[in-house]
């Protein structure tokens, strides 16, 4: 593996001899190492893929080159640091943005930013603050973006799309799980016309689309040893949707008290401070430029993601755990209870939500 991986790295326009290469993280999608430097050159980030996940990895870096070097223009108009507020994507000695191995596996490689942190978990309001002035501030910095991105996933916050997947799943039953999931089957039964309700004021274009990123949680922003935002990282999934996505998801996971795994449901729900600091991160930075479709259903897209993670996770226990990584046999069930938990909490404080939501865009305006 280490000299597969070396021969890999070999094949980037990488400065400086590489010292190492270590696995990194848990993501659930893709396989990620550190590449060591020697000297002063920039260590790096080193990640596979996943082809079964993404069906367009060249679509997909395209748009990731596009999207950075926009940011990276933005940052330097400003007289930031464009090194460390910006992802930087390294292409391979020939010039492409990504290397197919002889095993047929897609390889990228983007610019390690030292001295940050990321976090799995908010550990205080002040940090959910910062990470929603962080993503309203990744939102401004790509309002003015027009250039054309690919779909990297089909329907990915698209809950008709969902759906579509979530019958055939249930019809095909392909592990035998069906049975014993009359109850979590009925969670999301009961929400299907609500959620259905929602979508359709993004399909009839009541709620505008924008260039979003799609997968906001926590560990996804850069902090600097100060606490201030970076950067947002992960952009497999930045592409034209609604920026509601980016605030639910978001608030799915800055504001659970407990962990997206959580076997301790006592633990799970959501903490409306945390709720209250985010927004007030958020709409700092974004406050005047949402229309009031958007700020309506604000507080209702947190309810939106966190069903929809409820349905993949189940969905995927169902299909025999094929899209999300396991650690055991009954995870992907094990996080269906404990985001249902959340959603839970989240429809109990909705009219709360609300309510802060509106205080906070009046207090920005
Ligand atoms: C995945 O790749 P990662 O771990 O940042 C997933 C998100 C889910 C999340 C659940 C491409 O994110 O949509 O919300 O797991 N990403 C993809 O924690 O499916
Ligand atoms: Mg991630």
Redesign the pocket.
């Known amino acids: 593996m280490k000299a597969a991986l070396q021969d890999i790295a070999s094949h980037f326009a990488l400065q400086g001899p590489i010292d190492s290469i270590d696995s990194l993280g848990d993501?659930?999608?893709?396989d990620t190492f550190l590449i060591r430097t020697a000297g002063n050159a920039p260590d790096y980030i080193l990640q596979r893929k996943n082809k079964s996940?993404f069906p367009d990895v060249p679509g997909m870096m395209e748009n990731i080159r596009k999207v950075t070097e926009h940011i990276r223009r933005r940052v330097i108009a400003e007289g930031g640091d464009p090194m460390r507020e910006a992802m930087t994507v390294v292409p391979t000695r020939d010039g492409k943005l990504y290397y197919v191995d002889p095993e047929g596996e897609y390889w990228a490689v983007t610019v390690y930013i030292a001295d940050t942190v990321a976090y799995n978990k908010a550990d205080s309001p002040e940090l959910a603050r910062k990470g929603g002035e962080g993503i309203g501030k990744f939102q401004a910095q790509l309002a003015d973006f027009t250039e054309p991105l690919v779909e990297t996933?089909p329907g990915f916050h698209n809950i008709r799309y969902r759906f579509v997947q979530w019958d055939e799943a249930l019809k095909r039953n392909a592990a035998g799980r069906v049975k014993d999931l009359a109850t979590e089957i009925g969670w999301i039964e009961s929400r299907r016309a609500e959620m259905l309700d929602f979508w359709k004021l993004v399909e009839d274009g009541t709620i505008p689309t924008r260039v979003t990123h799609n997968?906001t949680?926590i560990?996804?922003i850069l902090f600097d040893k100060q606490g201030r935002v970076l950067c947002a990282i992960?952009l497999?999934?930045v592409m034209n949707s609604t920026s509601l996505n980016d605030f639910g998801?978001a608030i799915r996971s800055y504001t659970n008290t407990g962990d997206?795994d959580d076997r301790n449901l006592s633990r799970v729900g959501m903490s409306i401070e945390m709720f209250r600091a985010y927004t007030e991160g958020y709409l700092s930075q974004r406050a005047r430029q949402l229309t009031q479709s958007e700020i309506d259903h604000l507080a209702f897209s947190a309810r939106y993601i966190t069903y929809e993670?409820v349905l993949r996770f189940l969905m995927d226990y169902i299909d025999g755990d094929l899209y999300?990584k396991i650690k055991y046999p009954e995870h992907n069930l094990v996080r269906t209870h404990a985001q249902y938990k959340l959603l839970q909490s989240m429809e109990e404080q909705y009219p709360e939500m609300c309510r802060i939501v509106r205080e906070t865009v009046a207090k920005y305006n």
């Open positions: 993501g659930f999608i893709n996940i996933i997968d949680k560990n996804n992960d497999d999934t998801d997206e993670q999300y």
